[in-house]
Nanobody
């Protein structure tokens, strides 16, 4: 059974930092491209960051570029999102996502709230 479990969300002040983790089980993470998405209340789910199978290539939404860093630890089946200089508009539920040509898996999400 495939599971993606996010953790690390919480309440943080504007300008603060959080590091999200996504623990994968039931799959070999190195076989999957991985992504972080987020969904704010009343808004569509938004792609935030992408990392290829080896971690050698990454890309980011313009809204987070220069503030967020996606990384992965394939031997330990882990995906990360380091979020710095957080803004109130970063408030959302954050989801990790694993993609292969014939399969897509989602985690249950972790809430990030940026507020003073």
């Amino acid at each position: 059974q495939v599971q993606l479990v996010e953790s690390g969300g919480g309440l943080v002040h504007p300008g603060g930092s959080l590091k999200l983790s996504c623990a994968a089980s039931g799959i070999t993470l190195s076989s999957y491209g991985m992504n972080w998405y987020r969904q704010a209340p009343g808004k569509e789910r938004e792609l935030v960051a992408v990392i290829d199978k080896t971690g050698g290539s990454t890309s980011y939404a313009d809204s987070v570029k220069g503030r967020f860093t996606i990384s992965r630890d394939n031997p330990n089946n882990m995906l990360y999102l380091q979020m710095n200089s957080l803004k109130p508009e970063d408030t959302a539920v954050y989801y990790c996502n694993a993609v292969q040509w014939n399969a897509i898996y989602w985690g249950q999400g972790t809430q990030v709230t940026v507020s003073s």
